[in-house]
């Protein structure tokens, strides 16, 4: 029903910045939330940012604050990742994710219901 595909991605020397797009198709206007999820080898995936298609509340994991922002395009039906001071540990494949519905917890995975392919970020040292 609703198709998200990233973009973006790539290797950066630590330090650097990197822009990631998720372009959503389909039956998206019923949108709550987009997020941002990645997931590095050998590890769980882990909540980076979300926010909330109506009325742009966001939110951002520790590791991140600061550093990251995220945001939407409604007209585009696009969320960004603006990923600036890139470190080493950054270095994971990137999902865009999204939720169709009223949800009271955007940080885990398990309440999105559509997944991206990822899009793989490398921060070398």
């Known amino acids: 029903q609703v198709q998200l595909v990233e973009s973006g991605g790539g290797l950066v020397q630590a330090g650097g910045s990197l822009r990631l797009s998720c372009a959503a198709s389909?039956?998206?206007?019923?949108?709550?939330?987009m997020g941002w999820f990645r997931q590095a080898p050998g590890k769980e995936r882990e909540f980076v940012a979300g926010?909330?298609?109506?009325?742009?509340?966001?939110y951002y994991a520790d590791s991140v604050k600061g550093r990251f922002t995220i945001s939407r395009d409604n007209a585009k039906n696009t969320v960004y990742l603006q990923m600036n001071s890139l470190k080493p540990e950054d270095t994971a494949v990137y999902y865009c994710?999204?939720?169709?519905?009223?949800?009271?917890?955007?940080?885990?995975?398990?309440?999105?219901?559509?997944w991206g392919q990822g899009t793989q970020v490398t921060v070398s040292s």
């Open positions: 389909g039956r998206t206007f019923s949108s709550y939330a």
């Open positions: 994710a999204r939720r169709g519905t009223w949800s009271d917890n955007l940080y885990a995975d398990s309440v999105y219901n559509d």
């Open positions: 926010i909330r298609w109506i009325g742009g509340s966001t």
